[in-house]
């Protein structure tokens, strides 16, 4: 099992905008030292709790300032952008890494950001924009012009040179294209199913480990339409961690500081809005009053000792069947650094190679 890091990124409403920026430079930094093997950053344009409108700014940056980890938007809103252009930016981007982007892309989930951009999520507009936009970037970057392509949301040409030299020529580093990511969150995730179909590399938000494990039937739904053979291993699950030296003092720093702050004031609150608390409950009779920050941590955290944290991840591996990475949910510890980063090198250094054995099956089946 590889570590990763996903964060959307969070930051209190009161951070300024660039101060949470430099926070998240100074988490992939660490990230990097300590051999994380990726990070993934979100993109959001209403939420003053995810406020970072272009994850490729801060993508492009923590480049320059680290030296393995693969890093990339964690995703790009595809209704948002015009094809043409974030094929030829992610291009760009992939270049400047030198092949260590991640491309992961999203429908977008928040009726806010919906409004602001004219697009009917609740009748899933957004969904068939992101599936019809990844189209167009995918034969961007794979089918010589001329060729134009007329959807339902965008017509975009790939033109035939034109005035003897100007044309077309923008591709990425990696061939075919970097890898790419999707998240899913509902039960039966049609995002996911597109993994499976495709090929891409499927991600799991941090809800109840039960309600997960039903992810990677999408995942596998979808990989027999086109008759693939989806690997757990490629499987990412997001989850809250928080290692300490001991179960206490993990509890002070999670529950009772920014990880409890943000539940409670933001996170918690949204998904009670949209009706989703039921994706955090162990079990469908429990009344959404009993979800509070201190249930979501005794039930869906990772929080504790290392021995404590090594035996909640051994369990959530076996409960979901197994997976390939797991990406720690970021937060903003800008106040208390030491911790965030004592409790990223606790988890890399004394709880991973506890659990070493785990992923021994897909080697066994490669």
């Known amino acids: 099992m590889e570590l990763g890091y996903f964060t959307m990124p969070s930051h209190p409403p009161e951070c300024g905008l660039k101060e949470g920026h430099d926070w998240d430079l100074q988490t992939l930094r660490w990230l990097d030292e300590l051999g994380y093997q990726e990070a993934w950053i979100g993109e ?16 492009a940056q923590a480049l320059l300032q680290t030296k393995n980890i693969r890093i990339g938007p964690g995703g790009f809103l595809l209704p948002y952008h015009h094809p043409a252009e974030l094929a030829n930016r992610v291009a760009m981007l992939d270049h400047l890494s030198n092949g260590r982007l991640n491309f992961g892309v999203a ?15 609740m009748s899933g507009q957004n969904r068939d924009m992101t599936r019809e936009a990844l189209e167009i970037i995918l034969k961007m970057w794979s089918e010589p012009g001329p060729w ?26 990696q061939a075919p294209h970097p890898p ?22 499927p991600m799991s938000l941090n809800l109840n480990p ?61 998904l009670g809005h949209f009706g989703f608390k039921d994706y955090l409950k162990h079990a469908p ?18 929080v504790g000792s290392p021995a404590t944290v090594t035996e909640k991840i051994e369990k959530i591996y076996q409960e979901v069947g197994g997976f390939g990475v ?18 990223l090198d606790l988890l890399k250094n004394e709880v991973m190679p506890r659990l070493k054995h785990l992923g021994a099956e897909f080697e066994k089946a490669a």
């Open 44 to 59: 959001h344009h209403t939420a003053p709790w995810e406020p970072h409108p272009s994850p490729d700014l801060l993508v």
């Open 107 to 121: 429908a977008s989930g928040l009726p806010s950001d919906w409004a602001m951009f004219n697009v009917d999520g």
């Open 148 to 173: 134009t392509h007329k959807g339902k949301y965008w017509t975009v040409s790939k033109p035939d040179t034109m005035f003897d030299f100007l044309k077309p020529h923008i591709k990425p580093q």
């Open 180 to 201: 790419i990511g999707v998240a899913g969150l509902s039960k039966n995730s049609d995002t996911l199913k597109l993994a499976g179909e495709r090929g891409f590399i």
């Open 210 to 270: 039960a309600y997960v494990g039903s992810h990677w039937d999408s995942v596998e739904a979808g990989a027999a339409k086109t008759g693939r053979k989806p690997s757990r291993r490629d499987w990412r699950l997001v989850r809250e961690v928080f290692v300490a030296d001991t179960d206490e003092e993990a509890w002070r720093l999670s529950t009772g500081d920014m990880m409890g702050r943000m539940m409670g004031e933001y996170f918690l609150p949204l």
């Open 285 to 302: 009779d429990v009344p959404d009053s009993d979800v509070t920050v201190e249930y979501c941590a005794r039930r869906n955290w990772i």
């Open 326 to 343: 797991l990406c720690v949910f970021g937060f903003d510890y800008k106040h208390k650094p030491e911790a965030w980063r004592h409790s």
